[in-house]
């Protein structure tokens, strides 16, 4: 699930959180990267988590491994698509 810091405090960044049922235990995933995650994907074998970001207005792709919470920048630079937010208009 994907938490602030501080609750309701909308200029914090938003972290990737892993619950583990067993143990009752929450573990911050994104902790060390200066990043805010948006959406997530888990892979179709659980051993990571892919979540998008905005890095200086332009997307990128992270992946997160589990266990052990390694943080791999995927892809990078990619501007949005035509037309939402963020992404380059055609010129008319």
Do not use: H, Q
Not at 23 to 38: E, P
Not at 41 to 61: H, I, M, P, Q
């Amino acid at each position: 699930y994907l938490a602030m810091a501080r609750p309701g405090y909308e200029s914090d960044k938003l972290d990737l959180m892993l619950f583990d049922r067993a143990k009752k235990t929450t573990v911050n995933l994104t902790k060390a990267v200066d990043v805010s995650v948006d959406e997530t994907v888990w892979a179709a074998d659980s051993s990571a988590v892919y979540f998008n970001t905005d890095e200086k207005g332009r997307s990128a792709l992270y992946k997160v491994s589990i266990p052990g919470g390694t943080v791999e920048r995927i892809m990078g630079g990619l501007a949005a698509s035509p037309g939402s937010a963020g992404g380059e208009c055609p010129s008319s």
